[in-house]
Protein backbone atom coordinates (compact mmCIF):
# COMPACT_ATOMS: atom_id res chain seq x y z
CA UNK A 1 0.00 0.00 0.00
CA UNK A 2 3.07 2.75 1.08
CA UNK A 3 4.27 2.00 -2.99
CA UNK A 4 1.10 2.37 -4.62
CA UNK A 5 0.57 5.52 -2.30
CA UNK A 6 3.92 6.46 -3.43
CA UNK A 7 3.94 6.18 -6.69
CA UNK A 8 0.25 7.91 -6.75
CA UNK A 9 1.84 10.97 -5.62
CA UNK A 10 4.58 10.81 -8.48
CA UNK A 11 2.15 10.45 -10.99
CA UNK A 12 0.40 13.63 -9.92
CA UNK A 13 3.78 15.58 -9.79
CA UNK A 14 4.04 15.03 -13.45
CA UNK A 15 0.39 16.29 -13.99
CA UNK A 16 -0.71 19.54 -14.53
CA UNK A 17 -1.30 20.91 -10.54
CA UNK A 18 -4.79 21.47 -9.48
CA UNK A 19 -5.08 22.07 -5.87
CA UNK A 20 -8.20 19.90 -5.54
CA UNK A 21 -9.32 18.01 -2.39
CA UNK A 22 -12.36 16.17 -2.15
CA UNK A 23 -14.92 16.86 -0.52
CA UNK A 24 -14.82 20.57 -0.78
CA UNK A 25 -13.35 22.46 1.91
CA UNK A 26 -15.27 25.48 3.61
CA UNK A 27 -12.53 27.71 2.85
CA UNK A 28 -9.36 26.98 0.65
CA UNK A 29 -7.20 29.81 -0.22
CA UNK A 30 -3.91 29.49 -2.41
CA UNK A 31 -1.37 31.52 -1.90
CA UNK A 32 2.04 32.35 -3.47
CA UNK A 33 4.95 29.82 -3.40
CA UNK A 34 5.71 26.38 -2.08
CA UNK A 35 6.78 24.45 0.79
CA UNK A 36 9.33 21.78 0.62
CA UNK A 37 9.60 18.98 3.14
CA UNK A 38 13.04 16.69 2.19
CA UNK A 39 13.31 12.55 3.51
CA UNK A 40 14.63 12.38 6.64
CA UNK A 41 14.05 15.87 7.31
CA UNK A 42 10.67 15.59 9.26
CA UNK A 43 10.84 17.80 12.14
CA UNK A 44 7.51 17.70 14.09
CA UNK A 45 6.15 19.63 17.34
CA UNK A 46 3.09 18.04 17.99
CA UNK A 47 0.57 17.61 20.62
CA UNK A 48 0.30 13.93 21.86
CA UNK A 49 -3.31 13.54 20.43
CA UNK A 50 -2.05 14.21 17.17
CA UNK A 51 0.89 11.59 16.98
CA UNK A 52 -0.90 9.34 15.51
CA UNK A 53 -1.64 11.51 12.50
CA UNK A 54 2.19 12.34 12.02
CA UNK A 55 3.03 9.25 11.92
CA UNK A 56 -0.01 8.65 9.30
CA UNK A 57 1.55 11.50 7.55
CA UNK A 58 5.09 10.06 7.26
CA UNK A 59 3.65 6.67 6.05
CA UNK A 60 1.83 8.22 3.55
CA UNK A 61 3.80 10.51 1.95
CA UNK A 62 7.37 9.92 2.93
CA UNK A 63 7.41 5.94 2.46
CA UNK A 64 7.14 5.33 6.30
CA UNK A 65 10.20 7.67 7.35
CA UNK A 66 10.11 8.32 11.31
CA UNK A 67 9.13 11.62 12.71
CA UNK A 68 11.76 13.07 14.07
CA UNK A 69 9.87 14.47 17.05
CA UNK A 70 11.00 18.20 18.88
CA UNK A 71 9.62 20.18 21.77
CA UNK A 72 10.78 23.75 20.14
CA UNK A 73 8.03 25.06 17.66
CA UNK A 74 11.00 27.08 15.92
CA UNK A 75 12.67 24.76 14.39
CA UNK A 76 9.85 21.66 13.10
CA UNK A 77 8.85 21.77 9.80
CA UNK A 78 5.84 20.24 11.26
CA UNK A 79 3.66 21.91 13.74
CA UNK A 80 0.34 19.70 15.04
CA UNK A 81 -1.38 21.90 17.80
CA UNK A 82 -4.73 21.37 19.64
CA UNK A 83 -6.83 24.56 19.14
CA UNK A 84 -10.15 23.70 21.37
CA UNK A 85 -12.12 26.30 19.61
CA UNK A 86 -12.69 24.46 16.38
CA UNK A 87 -15.26 21.83 15.95
CA UNK A 88 -15.11 18.06 16.44
CA UNK A 89 -13.59 16.71 13.52
CA UNK A 90 -13.05 19.84 12.22
CA UNK A 91 -9.15 21.38 11.29
CA UNK A 92 -7.13 24.50 9.98
CA UNK A 93 -4.30 24.04 7.75
CA UNK A 94 -1.85 26.57 7.16
CA UNK A 95 1.27 26.00 5.08
CA UNK A 96 3.93 28.64 4.29
CA UNK A 97 7.18 28.03 2.87
CA UNK A 98 8.74 27.38 5.35
CA UNK A 99 6.50 25.45 8.01
CA UNK A 100 3.01 23.18 7.72
CA UNK A 101 1.08 24.10 10.13
CA UNK A 102 -2.37 22.11 11.16
CA UNK A 103 -4.83 22.96 14.37
CA UNK A 104 -7.69 20.68 15.18
CA UNK A 105 -9.35 19.91 18.67
CA UNK A 106 -9.19 16.08 18.39
CA UNK A 107 -7.83 12.89 17.16
CA UNK A 108 -9.91 12.93 13.81
CA UNK A 109 -9.47 16.64 12.56
CA UNK A 110 -5.43 15.98 12.85
CA UNK A 111 -6.59 12.71 10.80
CA UNK A 112 -8.29 14.88 7.65
CA UNK A 113 -5.75 17.46 7.93
CA UNK A 114 -3.38 14.85 6.91
CA UNK A 115 -5.77 13.39 4.47
CA UNK A 116 -6.27 17.38 2.40
CA UNK A 117 -2.35 17.53 2.17
CA UNK A 118 -2.05 14.02 0.57
CA UNK A 119 -4.35 15.17 -2.38
CA UNK A 120 -2.50 18.40 -2.15
CA UNK A 121 1.17 17.12 -2.18
CA UNK A 122 3.33 17.03 -4.97
CA UNK A 123 5.88 14.49 -5.21
CA UNK A 124 9.49 15.27 -6.38
CA UNK A 125 12.60 13.18 -7.80
CA UNK A 126 14.25 12.97 -4.91
CA UNK A 127 11.50 11.60 -2.82
CA UNK A 128 10.97 14.96 -1.36
CA UNK A 129 7.93 16.46 -1.18
CA UNK A 130 6.08 19.92 -1.95
CA UNK A 131 2.74 21.71 -1.42
CA UNK A 132 1.23 24.56 -2.62
CA UNK A 133 1.26 27.47 0.65
CA UNK A 134 -2.27 27.68 1.67
CA UNK A 135 -4.75 28.03 4.31
CA UNK A 136 -7.73 25.69 4.10
CA UNK A 137 -10.46 25.86 7.07
CA UNK A 138 -12.97 22.93 6.92
CA UNK A 139 -15.52 21.11 9.36
CA UNK A 140 -18.13 18.38 8.42
CA UNK A 141 -21.50 19.19 7.77
CA UNK A 142 -23.12 15.81 9.12
CA UNK A 143 -21.82 13.70 12.64
CA UNK A 144 -22.39 10.55 10.35
CA UNK A 145 -21.17 9.91 7.04
CA UNK A 146 -20.77 6.38 6.13
CA UNK A 147 -20.20 3.68 4.07
CA UNK A 148 -21.84 0.05 4.19
CA UNK A 149 -19.71 -2.74 2.16
CA UNK A 150 -21.87 -6.31 2.02
CA UNK A 151 -19.70 -9.17 2.91
CA UNK A 152 -22.37 -11.33 3.41
CA UNK A 153 -23.01 -12.20 -0.15
CA UNK A 154 -19.86 -12.05 -1.03
CA UNK A 155 -16.80 -12.66 0.91
CA UNK A 156 -13.91 -9.55 0.69
CA UNK A 157 -10.24 -10.37 1.88
CA UNK A 158 -8.56 -8.45 4.64
CA UNK A 159 -6.81 -6.46 2.16
CA UNK A 160 -9.72 -5.20 -0.06
CA UNK A 161 -11.44 -4.32 3.27
CA UNK A 162 -8.60 -2.31 4.66
CA UNK A 163 -8.54 -0.45 1.05
CA UNK A 164 -11.63 1.13 1.30
CA UNK A 165 -11.11 1.77 4.97
CA UNK A 166 -8.16 3.55 3.58
CA UNK A 167 -10.75 5.35 0.83
CA UNK A 168 -13.46 6.08 3.57
CA UNK A 169 -10.24 8.16 5.71
CA UNK A 170 -9.36 10.46 2.75
CA UNK A 171 -12.77 11.06 1.84
CA UNK A 172 -13.34 12.22 5.47
CA UNK A 173 -16.09 9.57 6.02
CA UNK A 174 -16.19 8.50 9.69
CA UNK A 175 -18.16 4.75 9.71
CA UNK A 176 -17.29 1.57 8.10
CA UNK A 177 -20.89 0.06 8.04
CA UNK A 178 -20.00 -3.58 7.99
CA UNK A 179 -22.69 -6.26 6.85
CA UNK A 180 -21.53 -9.58 8.08
CA UNK A 181 -24.26 -11.90 8.25
CA UNK A 182 -26.51 -12.88 5.46
CA UNK A 183 -28.33 -15.76 3.87
CA UNK A 184 -25.31 -16.49 2.13
CA UNK A 185 -22.73 -16.55 4.75
CA UNK A 186 -22.44 -15.65 7.96
CA UNK A 187 -18.68 -14.09 8.62
CA UNK A 188 -18.19 -13.07 12.09
CA UNK A 189 -16.35 -15.99 13.93
CA UNK A 190 -18.27 -16.50 16.90
CA UNK A 191 -16.42 -18.51 19.41
CA UNK A 192 -19.29 -19.39 21.55
CA UNK A 193 -20.86 -20.62 18.48
CA UNK A 194 -18.42 -22.24 16.38
CA UNK A 195 -20.69 -23.80 13.57
CA UNK A 196 -21.61 -20.26 12.22
CA UNK A 197 -18.24 -20.05 10.20
CA UNK A 198 -17.52 -23.89 10.41
CA UNK A 199 -20.60 -24.09 8.14
CA UNK A 200 -22.67 -20.97 8.08
CA UNK A 201 -19.58 -19.22 6.39
CA UNK A 202 -19.55 -21.99 3.55
CA UNK A 203 -23.20 -22.51 2.34
CA UNK A 204 -22.86 -20.74 -0.69
CA UNK A 205 -21.36 -22.12 -4.14
CA UNK A 206 -20.48 -19.14 -6.12
CA UNK A 207 -17.24 -17.16 -6.31
CA UNK A 208 -15.89 -15.67 -3.88
CA UNK A 209 -19.08 -16.75 -1.50
CA UNK A 210 -16.92 -18.89 0.86
CA UNK A 211 -15.05 -17.47 4.22
CA UNK A 212 -15.03 -15.62 6.94
CA UNK A 213 -13.11 -13.57 9.39
CA UNK A 214 -11.41 -14.29 12.62
CA UNK A 215 -11.36 -12.82 15.79
CA UNK A 216 -8.08 -11.98 15.69
CA UNK A 217 -8.43 -10.01 11.84
CA UNK A 218 -11.27 -8.32 13.34
CA UNK A 219 -9.27 -6.77 16.13
CA UNK A 220 -6.70 -5.69 13.47
CA UNK A 221 -9.27 -4.07 10.76
CA UNK A 222 -10.50 -2.26 14.02
CA UNK A 223 -7.31 -0.85 14.65
CA UNK A 224 -6.82 -0.09 11.17
CA UNK A 225 -9.66 1.93 11.04
CA UNK A 226 -9.35 3.48 14.24
CA UNK A 227 -6.02 4.68 13.41
CA UNK A 228 -7.42 6.52 10.15
CA UNK A 229 -10.28 7.92 11.91
CA UNK A 230 -13.27 5.82 11.27
CA UNK A 231 -15.20 3.35 13.16
CA UNK A 232 -16.57 -0.21 12.43
CA UNK A 233 -20.22 -0.40 12.98
CA UNK A 234 -21.34 -4.34 12.64
CA UNK A 235 -24.23 -5.42 11.38
CA UNK A 236 -25.40 -8.67 12.89
CA UNK A 237 -29.15 -9.15 10.53
CA UNK A 238 -31.56 -10.65 12.08
CA UNK A 239 -34.84 -11.82 12.08
CA UNK A 240 -34.31 -12.53 8.63
CA UNK A 241 -31.57 -13.37 5.93
CA UNK A 242 -30.64 -15.77 8.66
CA UNK A 243 -30.54 -18.73 6.35
CA UNK A 244 -27.11 -19.21 7.08
CA UNK A 245 -27.11 -19.26 10.49
CA UNK A 246 -29.99 -21.52 10.61
CA UNK A 247 -28.08 -24.01 8.50
CA UNK A 248 -25.23 -24.27 11.06
CA UNK A 249 -28.09 -24.30 13.58
CA UNK A 250 -31.23 -25.28 13.00
CA UNK A 251 -33.10 -25.49 16.53
CA UNK A 252 -33.25 -21.51 15.88
CA UNK A 253 -35.71 -21.87 13.33
CA UNK A 254 -39.31 -22.03 13.67
CA UNK A 255 -39.32 -25.66 12.84
CA UNK A 256 -36.13 -27.12 13.18
CA UNK A 257 -36.48 -28.38 9.36
CA UNK A 258 -33.18 -28.35 6.76
CA UNK A 259 -33.11 -24.80 5.45
CA UNK A 260 -32.17 -23.62 1.28
CA UNK A 261 -30.00 -21.13 0.66
CA UNK A 262 -30.91 -18.87 -2.07
CA UNK A 263 -29.08 -17.95 -4.75
CA UNK A 264 -30.87 -14.02 -4.49
CA UNK A 265 -32.91 -12.79 -2.44
CA UNK A 266 -34.23 -14.30 0.75
CA UNK A 267 -36.24 -17.29 2.19
CA UNK A 268 -39.51 -17.15 5.13
CA UNK A 269 -36.95 -19.25 6.96
CA UNK A 270 -35.96 -16.27 9.66
CA UNK A 271 -34.93 -17.03 13.60
CA UNK A 272 -37.79 -18.36 15.64
CA UNK A 273 -39.15 -15.32 18.39
CA UNK A 274 -41.22 -17.53 20.18
CA UNK A 275 -38.20 -19.87 21.34
CA UNK A 276 -36.60 -18.69 25.04
CA UNK A 277 -33.45 -20.24 22.85
CA UNK A 278 -33.08 -17.68 20.03
CA UNK A 279 -32.68 -14.65 22.55
CA UNK A 280 -30.17 -16.68 24.62
CA UNK A 281 -28.38 -17.13 21.31
CA UNK A 282 -28.60 -13.31 20.01
CA UNK A 283 -27.50 -12.31 23.47
CA UNK A 284 -24.41 -14.68 23.24
CA UNK A 285 -23.62 -13.37 20.00
CA UNK A 286 -23.93 -9.48 20.67
CA UNK A 287 -21.39 -10.20 23.68
CA UNK A 288 -18.75 -11.39 21.57
CA UNK A 289 -19.59 -8.58 19.19
CA UNK A 290 -18.93 -5.60 21.83
CA UNK A 291 -15.84 -7.30 22.93
CA UNK A 292 -14.70 -6.96 19.25
CA UNK A 293 -16.26 -3.92 18.54
CA UNK A 294 -16.00 -0.43 20.62
CA UNK A 295 -18.27 1.32 18.48
CA UNK A 296 -20.92 3.04 20.10
CA UNK A 297 -23.09 1.54 17.20
CA UNK A 298 -24.34 -1.96 16.61
CA UNK A 299 -26.56 -2.35 13.47
CA UNK A 300 -29.07 -4.91 13.92
CA UNK A 301 -30.43 -5.43 10.39
CA UNK A 302 -34.33 -5.86 11.15
CA UNK A 303 -34.91 -6.05 7.05
CA UNK A 304 -37.02 -7.83 4.75
CA UNK A 305 -38.18 -10.80 7.61
CA UNK A 306 -41.37 -12.20 5.79
CA UNK A 307 -43.74 -13.67 8.81
CA UNK A 308 -45.19 -17.14 6.88
CA UNK A 309 -43.21 -19.12 9.54
CA UNK A 310 -44.00 -16.88 12.67
CA UNK A 311 -47.69 -16.79 11.64
CA UNK A 312 -47.78 -20.97 11.40
CA UNK A 313 -45.28 -21.75 14.24
CA UNK A 314 -46.91 -22.66 18.44
CA UNK A 315 -44.24 -20.90 19.86
CA UNK A 316 -44.69 -17.81 18.09
CA UNK A 317 -48.19 -17.82 18.52
CA UNK A 318 -47.72 -18.82 22.01
CA UNK A 319 -45.80 -15.54 22.18
CA UNK A 320 -47.65 -13.07 20.37
CA UNK A 321 -50.44 -14.49 22.70
CA UNK A 322 -49.11 -14.08 26.23
CA UNK A 323 -47.64 -10.76 25.32
CA UNK A 324 -51.22 -9.09 23.67
CA UNK A 325 -48.87 -8.16 20.47
CA UNK A 326 -51.92 -9.00 18.89
CA UNK A 327 -50.05 -9.95 15.14
CA UNK A 328 -46.20 -11.01 14.18
CA UNK A 329 -45.64 -7.72 12.87
CA UNK A 330 -45.42 -6.70 16.24
CA UNK A 331 -43.94 -9.40 17.84
CA UNK A 332 -40.80 -8.18 15.65
CA UNK A 333 -40.84 -5.14 17.42
CA UNK A 334 -41.05 -6.65 20.79
CA UNK A 335 -37.78 -8.83 19.93
CA UNK A 336 -36.25 -6.02 18.15
CA UNK A 337 -36.69 -3.98 21.31
CA UNK A 338 -34.76 -6.58 23.52
CA UNK A 339 -32.01 -6.76 21.92
CA UNK A 340 -31.56 -3.17 21.57
CA UNK A 341 -32.23 -3.20 25.52
CA UNK A 342 -29.82 -5.55 25.65
CA UNK A 343 -27.15 -3.01 23.65
CA UNK A 344 -28.30 -0.03 25.94
CA UNK A 345 -27.23 -2.36 28.95
CA UNK A 346 -23.57 -2.50 27.46
CA UNK A 347 -24.30 1.04 26.87
CA UNK A 348 -24.44 0.89 23.03
CA UNK A 349 -26.89 2.27 20.52
CA UNK A 350 -29.08 0.11 17.79
CA UNK A 351 -29.46 0.56 14.43
CA UNK A 352 -32.13 -1.05 12.60
CA UNK A 353 -33.39 -1.07 8.86
CA UNK A 354 -36.52 0.86 8.41
CA UNK A 355 -38.94 -2.10 8.47
CA UNK A 356 -38.81 -2.46 12.36
CA UNK A 357 -41.12 0.66 12.33
CA UNK A 358 -43.29 0.05 9.38
CA UNK A 359 -46.16 -0.54 11.82
CA UNK A 360 -46.94 1.25 14.86
CA UNK A 361 -47.00 -0.96 18.27
CA UNK A 362 -44.58 -2.12 20.56
CA UNK A 363 -42.57 0.61 22.06
CA UNK A 364 -38.59 0.31 21.05
CA UNK A 365 -36.10 1.70 23.42
CA UNK A 366 -34.44 5.35 23.42
CA UNK A 367 -31.36 4.05 21.80
CA UNK A 368 -32.65 2.99 18.79
CA UNK A 369 -31.34 4.79 15.74
CA UNK A 370 -33.17 4.11 12.31
CA UNK A 371 -32.22 3.52 8.72
CA UNK A 372 -34.12 4.45 6.29
CA UNK A 373 -33.69 2.89 3.12
CA UNK A 374 -36.71 1.87 1.04
CA UNK A 375 -37.56 5.06 -1.41
CA UNK A 376 -37.95 3.02 -4.32
CA UNK A 377 -41.34 1.37 -2.45
CA UNK A 378 -42.28 3.87 0.44
CA UNK A 379 -40.79 7.26 -0.82
CA UNK A 380 -40.22 9.14 2.57
CA UNK A 381 -42.73 7.30 4.52
CA UNK A 382 -39.80 5.57 7.24
CA UNK A 383 -38.66 9.24 7.51
CA UNK A 384 -41.95 10.31 8.37
CA UNK A 385 -42.67 7.31 10.73
CA UNK A 386 -39.25 8.35 12.75
CA UNK A 387 -39.71 12.23 13.40
CA UNK A 388 -43.35 10.91 14.28
CA UNK A 389 -42.18 8.44 17.25
CA UNK A 390 -38.53 11.16 17.68
CA UNK A 391 -36.01 8.47 16.43
CA UNK A 392 -33.14 9.91 14.98
CA UNK A 393 -31.99 9.06 11.13
CA UNK A 394 -29.43 8.05 8.98
CA UNK A 395 -30.36 8.39 5.48
CA UNK A 396 -29.38 6.07 3.11
CA UNK A 397 -32.30 5.29 0.31
CA UNK A 398 -32.05 2.95 -2.43
CA UNK A 399 -32.63 6.34 -4.94
CA UNK A 400 -29.20 7.35 -4.87
CA UNK A 401 -26.92 6.03 -2.12
CA UNK A 402 -26.72 2.07 -2.87
CA UNK A 403 -23.57 2.18 -5.51
CA UNK A 404 -24.68 -1.70 -6.09
CA UNK A 405 -27.26 -0.02 -8.57
CA UNK A 406 -25.40 0.56 -11.67
CA UNK A 407 -25.33 2.93 -14.49
CA UNK A 408 -26.75 0.93 -16.96
CA UNK A 409 -28.72 -2.51 -16.58
CA UNK A 410 -26.65 -5.34 -15.85
CA UNK A 411 -27.98 -8.52 -14.63
CA UNK A 412 -30.55 -8.06 -12.14
CA UNK A 413 -30.48 -4.22 -12.11
CA UNK A 414 -32.97 -3.15 -14.49
CA UNK A 415 -33.15 0.95 -16.28
CA UNK A 416 -34.81 1.69 -12.89
CA UNK A 417 -32.55 0.94 -11.17
CA UNK A 418 -29.78 2.27 -12.44
CA UNK A 419 -28.51 6.35 -11.93
CA UNK A 420 -25.38 7.98 -13.11
CA UNK A 421 -23.04 10.53 -11.32
CA UNK A 422 -25.37 13.71 -12.27
CA UNK A 423 -28.65 12.08 -10.86
CA UNK A 424 -27.31 11.63 -7.96
CA UNK A 425 -25.55 14.98 -7.92
CA UNK A 426 -29.20 16.67 -8.48
CA UNK A 427 -31.81 14.59 -7.30
CA UNK A 428 -30.32 12.46 -4.15
CA UNK A 429 -33.77 12.32 -1.50
CA UNK A 430 -31.27 11.66 1.38
CA UNK A 431 -29.29 15.09 0.65
CA UNK A 432 -32.37 16.63 -0.06
CA UNK A 433 -33.87 15.29 3.31
CA UNK A 434 -30.87 16.04 5.62
CA UNK A 435 -31.08 19.74 4.34
CA UNK A 436 -34.50 20.21 6.15
CA UNK A 437 -35.17 17.85 9.00
CA UNK A 438 -32.64 17.45 12.05
CA UNK A 439 -33.39 14.43 13.18
CA UNK A 440 -31.56 13.20 10.45
CA UNK A 441 -27.85 12.65 11.69
CA UNK A 442 -26.52 11.62 8.56
CA UNK A 443 -25.60 10.39 5.45
CA UNK A 444 -25.08 6.25 4.43
CA UNK A 445 -24.51 4.30 1.31
CA UNK A 446 -24.15 0.97 0.53
CA UNK A 447 -22.77 -1.74 -1.75
CA UNK A 448 -24.75 -4.48 -1.86
CA UNK A 449 -23.12 -7.33 -3.31
CA UNK A 450 -26.45 -9.24 -5.06
CA UNK A 451 -26.06 -10.81 -8.16
CA UNK A 452 -22.71 -12.02 -7.94
CA UNK A 453 -20.60 -9.20 -7.36
CA UNK A 454 -17.14 -9.94 -6.75
CA UNK A 455 -13.89 -7.30 -5.87
CA UNK A 456 -12.74 -7.04 -9.67
CA UNK A 457 -15.73 -5.54 -10.01
CA UNK A 458 -16.43 -3.31 -6.40
CA UNK A 459 -13.95 -0.02 -7.86
CA UNK A 460 -16.07 0.66 -10.65
CA UNK A 461 -19.54 0.60 -8.67
CA UNK A 462 -17.89 3.24 -6.27
CA UNK A 463 -15.77 5.68 -8.53
CA UNK A 464 -16.56 8.21 -9.70
CA UNK A 465 -19.91 7.94 -8.12
CA UNK A 466 -18.90 7.92 -3.95
CA UNK A 467 -17.01 11.73 -4.50
CA UNK A 468 -20.89 13.00 -4.80
CA UNK A 469 -21.56 11.41 -2.08
CA UNK A 470 -18.42 12.43 -0.03
CA UNK A 471 -19.47 15.86 -1.17
CA UNK A 472 -23.18 15.58 0.40
CA UNK A 473 -21.82 14.39 3.42
CA UNK A 474 -19.19 16.70 4.15
CA UNK A 475 -19.68 19.73 2.66
CA UNK A 476 -21.44 22.66 3.91
CA UNK A 477 -22.62 23.45 0.05
CA UNK A 478 -22.53 22.11 -3.46
CA UNK A 479 -20.43 24.07 -5.85
CA UNK A 480 -22.16 23.47 -9.35
CA UNK A 481 -22.14 20.20 -10.99
CA UNK A 482 -20.10 21.27 -13.93
CA UNK A 483 -17.34 22.72 -11.40
CA UNK A 484 -17.88 19.84 -9.10
CA UNK A 485 -17.25 17.37 -12.16
CA UNK A 486 -13.79 18.90 -12.93
CA UNK A 487 -12.91 18.37 -9.05
CA UNK A 488 -13.67 14.74 -10.42
CA UNK A 489 -11.80 14.55 -12.98
CA UNK A 490 -8.79 16.03 -10.93
CA UNK A 491 -9.13 13.38 -7.82
CA UNK A 492 -9.52 10.35 -10.09
CA UNK A 493 -6.01 10.52 -10.85
CA UNK A 494 -4.83 9.94 -7.02
CA UNK A 495 -7.66 7.28 -6.95
CA UNK A 496 -7.01 5.43 -9.85
CA UNK A 497 -3.41 5.01 -9.27
CA UNK A 498 -4.08 4.08 -5.75
CA UNK A 499 -5.73 1.04 -7.81
CA UNK A 500 -9.46 1.98 -6.67
CA UNK A 501 -10.60 2.47 -10.10
CA UNK A 502 -9.71 2.49 -14.16
CA UNK A 503 -9.56 6.73 -15.55
Known amino acids: MRNILFLSALLLSILLRAQIIVPTPAKLDLKNGDCLLRRNELVVSADSVALGACSLFAETLFEGDECNFTTDSLSARLLFRVDTFLPSEGYRLLVDEQ ?116 QEEVRDIVNYARRRAVTIVPEIDFPGHAEAALTAYPQFSCFGEPIGIPREGFTKNIFCAGKDSVLIFLRDVLDEVCQLFPSQYIHLGGDEAPKDNWDACPDCRRRVASLGLGDSHNLQRWLSAQMASYLASKGRKAIFWEDVIVHDGYPLPSNVIIQWWNYRTRGDAALKDARRNNYPV ?110
Open 394 to 503: IANTNYYTYLNFPTSPWRGYTKERTFDVETLYNENPSYKASLHYNNIIGIGCSLWCDYGLTENMLDERLFPRIFVLAQQMWGSSLPSFPEFGENIKSIMNFFSVAGYSKK
Open 99 to 214: CVRVYASDYPGFVYAVQSLRQLAQMRGDGSVTFPCVEVCDSPRLVWRSFMLDSGRQYQSVATIKKYIDMLSMLKMNYFHWHLTEGLGWRLQIKSYSMLTEKGAFVASGDEQQGFYT
